[in-house]
Every structure is written in structure tokens, then in C-alpha cells.
């Protein structure tokens, strides 16, 4: 059983910093790609950046070059350090992790709420 775990979510001022972690446990397989998504009220939800084994990364353009991910294959952990955060960057961010073998299978994380105030 796939289990997703995210930490580090909170409460931070506009211009600030917030670390996530997702802790992944239970896979027989690494994971091809790995990636955070959001969801703020309202909204769909949306890619916000991935990261494949190899280290390709991907980002939404409105957070290219405030948010890195990454991504420690030993401890099959995923993080997005988030600097410069703004309001509208205030969503559910979830964890998502794929295996691409004959088919994709894809898992999730419970989610962790960012909440940027101005």
C-alpha cells in the first residue's frame, strides 16, 4: 500500500518561506515522477512542479523562479521549498507520485494547507 505523507504546511506572511516534505513509503518501485499539485477555493486543481528520477524539472510559470523542487531518492522523500510566497499562492497542496510501468499508476497525499496572508 502507497502511502504519501506531507508535512510543513502553515500560516506565513506575504514574502515569506515555507518548506514541504512528502514522505513516501510502501512502493516496490521508485517513482518515475514525482510532483506537487494545489487546489485553492474554487479553483481546479493544478500542476505546480515535478520532478522525474532523472531530475527534469517542470514548474508553473507563476512560481518559476520562487519555488524549487526536489527530490532524495534514498529516503523517497519530495520537497518544494517556497520562497517569496505570495496570497495567491494560499491552496491545498498535495503530493503526487507516478509509476510509469504499462500503465501510469498514480497516488496521492492527503494534502497540507499553505495560507499566505498579505
Known amino acids: 500500500q502507497v502511502q504519501l505523507v506531507e508535512s510543513g504546511g502553515g500560516l506565513v506572511q506575504a514574502g515569506g518561506s515555507l518548506r514541504l516534505s512528502c514522505a513516501a513509503s510502501?512502493?516496490?518501485?521508485?517513482?518515475?515522477?514525482m510532483g506537487w499539485y494545489r487546489q485553492a477555493p474554487g479553483k481546479q486543481r493544478e500542476l505546480v512542479a515535478e520532478?522525474?528520477?532523472?531530475?527534469?524539472?517542470n514548474y508553473l510559470d507563476s512560481v518559476k523562479g520562487r519555488f524549487t523542487i526536489s527530490r532524495d531518492n534514498a529516503k523517497n522523500t519530495l520537497y518544494l521549498q517556497m520562497n517569496s510566497l505570495k496570497p495567491d499562492d494560499t491552496a491545498v497542496y498535495y503530493c503526487n507520485a507516478r509509476i510509469l510501468f504499462g500503465r501510469e499508476y498514480a497516488y496521492w497525499g492527503q494534502g497540507t494547507q499553505v495560507t499566505v496572508s498579505s
Open positions: 510502501g512502493s516496490r518501485f521508485s517513482f518515475d515522477v
Open positions: 520532478i522525474t528520477s532523472g531530475g527534469t524539472t
